[in-house]
């Protein structure tokens, strides 16, 4: 049975309400491709970007263990294990046989994944059976007009889509994939990128369609302006928290995001132990987040 939605309010610094979560987590680097293009995201292995969608190094699952186990030993404040990427969790295997390893040697942990929601309706089976405690769907618009303007296409069992219709058959899979995964007891959080002049008057449709679809807890992440939407200005502090305050209406609204790497290790917002394990990261540059 998966941790209740209550527990990981506090077991959780993802779901943390109200004030910062002091509890840590591990992101591993285990999913290297992704089937959609996302018009703001430009995923890269190197050592100095702090942002979602960039780590050092890919790992491969039975790696996974090791890293756990000299994480906990740096930060035994860790109670997650979270795989976001670099890309999605649902396009490769080996997401979902790592949480397995997982489940067998550390059932302490929480397991906690992040996809673009794509292959969410055919993988929820799966998700369920191997034991995934929370788990986070990128929602970015509810309505494929606006959607269209973010992601410029998807590759879907072979075949590729772009425009309105690529985003008609992402939003659909997400919402149906978060009522399958939702009803069998799994939290489910979504994150949106906040992109001014995109989406940022969408907002309270994508908190309520998804609340009414079964998500717990909802993660505005402002947009760091880059790739295909680097021409766009990232939103200002009085419009992240003007958009929490309407989404707040519908769905719980987590406010501690740190736009992590796919690859950070420890509490988030704190000191971050990823250059101890993976490999060292040499310099700092600001840029975009995902979620
Ligand atoms: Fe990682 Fe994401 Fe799980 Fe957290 S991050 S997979 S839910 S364990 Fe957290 Fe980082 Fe924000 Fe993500 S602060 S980017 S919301
Ligand atoms: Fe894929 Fe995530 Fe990048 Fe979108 S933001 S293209 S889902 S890796």
């Known amino acids: 049975m998966a941790i209740s939605y209550e527990e990981l309010t506090t077991k959780h610094p993802c779901y943390a309400l109200g004030k910062k979560g002091q509890t840590g987590r591990i992101h591993l680097p285990i999913s290297p491709t992704c089937n959609i293009e996302c018009k703001f995201c430009d995923r890269k292995i190197n050592d100095y970007e702090k942002r979602p969608g960039v780590a050092s190094t890919v790992i491969k699952p039975e790696e996974a263990i090791g890293v756990i186990a000299r994480s906990l030993e740096l930060c035994p404040d860790i109670t997650v294990a979270g795989i976001a990427g670099p890309g999605d969790t649902l396009a490769t295997d080996y997401a979902l046989e790592t949480f397995r390893l997982i489940k067998s040697e550390f059932p302490q942990i929480i397991k906690c994944m992040s996809t673009n929601g794509l292959l969410l309706p055919e993988k929820a089976k799966e998700i369920i059976e191997t034991g995934i405690d929370s788990l986070t769907v990128t929602v970015n618009a509810v309505d494929p007009e606006i959607e269209a303007k973010l992601n410029g296409g998807i590759l879907y069992h072979g075949v590729h889509y772009t425009g309105v219709e690529a985003a ?72 992240i928290d003007g958009a929490r305050q309407k989404a707040e209406k519908y769905i719980d609204v987590f406010r501690h995001c740190q736009r992590c790497r796919a690859d950070a290790i420890g509490v988030p917002g704190e000191k971050d132990y990823g250059d101890q394990i993976y490999l060292k990261r040499i310099a700092h540059k600001d840029t975009f987040s995902h979620g």
Not at 170 to 186: D, M, T
Not at 199 to 212: F, G, L, Q, R, W
């Open 168 to 239: 008609e058959i992402l939003i659909k899979n997400q919402l149906e994939g978060i009522r399958l995964v939702s009803a069998a007891g799994i939290t489910v959080k979504v994150n949106t990128v906040l992109v001014p002049g995109i989406n940022d008057s969408h907002i309270e449709k994508i908190a309520k369609t998804v609340s009414e679809a079964g998500a717990s807890i909802y993660n505005i992440i402002p947009l760091i302006p880059q790739h295909e939407l680097s021409d766009c200005r990232a939103p200002s502090c009085v419009e």
